[in-house]
């Protein structure tokens, strides 16, 4: 099958299995994103949305963020972890927002990520997000399922499978797939090494099913056998004792 018709099918897939889909990053503001967005790297999105909470009470626009230390910055979102370069990043992104955009978050794309902080993935989800405008957002989950399924061929790297998902997902859709692989990566396509593939919607598209199925059955058989093993050593010992 070729990727084109592989990734339109599983868009209706999965269209069909998450019909309402948004960012699970909570903001109000485009630049409450960009500051959202910065804090989840290597953190999850609910610690993230709890932490904002404080940052927003403190500092509820961007010139009131662009004028604090980035250390009292630091001291609330440490939280998220790497809170020194999260801290520096979002200050110096809210001061340049407020010197050079008038206080306003671009809605283009190379503008965004002229930004401190903010790469191809934050720029996209800030285009499709709060612009509306085509975007394809390479996270953990996007790379991880289009790997598995065929979209992309053993391919890690985030901007290129962003650049070949470009070639077989339609733009209007690109932003809410996107939300949907995230949505399938933490329910069901999981990073363990054996996903819950029984309770997929994709299984017949799916390029590694038919593997991650082998090693499933072997797996089970592992398991049996070891089972067995020691059922008979039990066995083994039992008999001997009542020879004693
Ligand atoms: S069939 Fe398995 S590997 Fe393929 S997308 Fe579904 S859960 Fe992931």
């Known amino acids: 099958m070729r990727k084109k018709e592989r990734a339109a099918i599983v868009i209706e897939r999965l269209k069909e299995a998450y019909p309402d889909v948004e960012c699970t990053l909570e903001y109000d503001d485009a630049w409450k994103l960009l500051v959202s967005v910065r804090l989840a790297a290597q953190c999850t999105d609910e610690r993230v949305n709890v932490v904002v909470q404080g940052l927003y009470e403190k500092y509820p626009g961007i010139r009131e963020l ?45 503008e965004l990520m002229k930004l401190p902080g903010v790469g191809r993935k934050s720029a996209n989800l800030v285009m499709g997000d709060v ?9 953990t989950h996007c790379i991880r399922l ?15 499978v962003e650049m070949a998902l470009w070639k077989i997902i339609p733009p209007e859709e690109g ?70």
């Open 146 to 160: 289009c790997n598995r399924i065929g979209l992309v061929d053993d391919e890690k790297d985030p901007k290129k």
């Open 131 to 139: 612009f509306g405008k085509p975007a394809i957002v390479t996270d």
């Open 66 to 110: 662009a004028a604090a230390e980035p250390e009292d910055i630091e001291a609330i979102v440490k939280p998220c972890g790497l809170g020194h370069s999260k801290a520096r990043d979002i200050s110096k992104a809210m001061r340049m927002l407020r010197d050079e955009y008038d206080c306003r978050v671009p809605d283009d794309f190379d």
């Open 175 to 244: 932003n809410d797939f996107c939300h949907r692989l995230v949505y399938h990566g933490r329910e069901v396509c999981t990073a363990r090494t054996t996903p819950y593939c029984d309770k997929c919607v994709l299984r017949d598209v799916c390029k590694e099913y038919p593997k991650l199925e082998k090693l499933k059955t072997q797996k089970a058989k592992r398991v049996q056998a070891a089972k067995t093993t020691a059922t008979n050593k039990g066995k083994t010992a039992k008999t001997k004792k009542e020879k004693k």
